[in-house]
């Protein structure tokens, strides 16, 4: 891989332990910042489930992590279109759902890097 993508593939999982620490650790004090549009009531009904969202999120950056860690080629390369593909999916969905800001921050960056990960 190219060092403008695994750079990309970092900020990516950068963002992702972010997300991570925003839901499991932050949902009641950032999330009706970044969220408006939910009424304040709902962060401390949905602080377990934003934490398990947080995990999930984790989990996606340590597999981006893991792909940047890898010596076989093939294998690097497969396994970051794994993860980039999920964090894309996650985002098209939370886009959908939640808000539209998410295909911005997750969905864009993901497929810009799939993009250069098949050019390069």
Not at 50 to 77: D, E, K, M, R, T
Not at 100 to 108: D, F, P, R
């Amino acid at each position: 891989m190219t060092l403008m993508t695994n750079i990309l593939i970092g900020l990516i999982a950068f963002i992702h332990l972010y997300i991570l620490w925003f839901e499991m650790f932050a949902w009641e004090s950032r999330g009706p910042k970044v969220f408006r549009s939910f009424p304040k009531d709902l962060f401390p009904k949905t602080k377990a489930m934003a934490a398990n969202q947080g995990l999930y999120n984790g989990f996606l950056a340590a597999g981006l992590i893991w792909s940047l860690f890898i010596a076989n080629p093939v294998w690097q390369h497969h396994i970051a279109v794994f993860f980039l593909s999920c964090i894309a999916i996650a985002g098209i969905y939370g886009a959908y759902t939640a808000a539209k800001k998410i295909i911005y921050v997750q969905t864009i960056p993901a497929l810009i890097t799939l993009a250069l990960l098949h050019l390069g």
